[in-house]
């Protein structure tokens, strides 16, 4: 009776560690699709104030993948590259403008764009992680999903403003 205990002990525990090895692989995964920072951004409608809700297609060889890594997406979308507008939703520009911005402060970034990093602070998925059939298309040997989220783009701005990474609205006339 006590090697069928010990066995079922260490059967639980290896099946644990084989979750979070698989669980590791996968954030990594997910890390190197991001490096890259593959994705457009469209808009979608007026968000509440200080807010956006964007659709962000991003590209992975598994659509899980691009799901979890469409908020950091979004996010990095709304910091460097802002959105074109479509009927009856306004664009946005970029809340910087220098292109070299992500290399020069590239410690603040690392940290801020890390897994579950202060990026998340800032946006939220409006679908729950659902994606819709048109929405997820498979590319090549890869999938274009599209996830529709809300950027917090006032606490952003906020934050990178205090932390001192970019200017302050108003400073520099």
């Known amino acids: 009776m006590e090697t069928i205990k010990k066995q079922t002990i260490l059967i639980v525990l290896m099946l644990f560690?084989?979750?979070v090895l698989s669980y590791a692989?996968?954030?990594?995964?997910a890390n190197k699709d991001t490096e890259a920072w593959r994705y457009e951004?469209?808009?979608v409608q007026t968000g509440v104030q200080g807010t956006y809700l964007i659709k962000v297609w991003s590209y992975s060889k598994k659509p899980d993948v691009a799901i979890e890594q469409a908020k950091k997406n979004a996010v990095h979308g709304i910091i460097f590259r802002g959105f074109?507008?479509?009927?009856?939703?306004?664009?946005?520009?970029a809340l910087t403008s220098n292109v070299s911005l992500e290399q020069e402060k590239a410690d603040f970034f690392d940290s801020f764009f890390s897994n579950g990093g202060k990026y998340m602070k800032f946006v939220a998925s409006t679908n729950d992680g659902?994606?819709?059939a048109e929405d997820r298309m498979k590319v090549g040997k890869?999938?274009?999903v599209g996830v529709i989220v809300s950027v917090n783009v006032a606490a952003l701005r906020k934050d990178l403003e205090d932390a001192g990474i970019i200017k302050k609205l108003g400073a520099g006339f």
């Open 17 to 19: 560690c084989f979750s």
């Open 84 to 93: 074109a507008g479509r009927q009856g939703v306004q664009g946005q520009q």
């Open 130 to 132: 659902a994606v819709a």
């Open 25 to 29: 692989q996968a954030k990594r995964k």
């Open 142 to 144: 890869e999938y274009k």
């Open 41 to 43: 951004i469209e808009a």
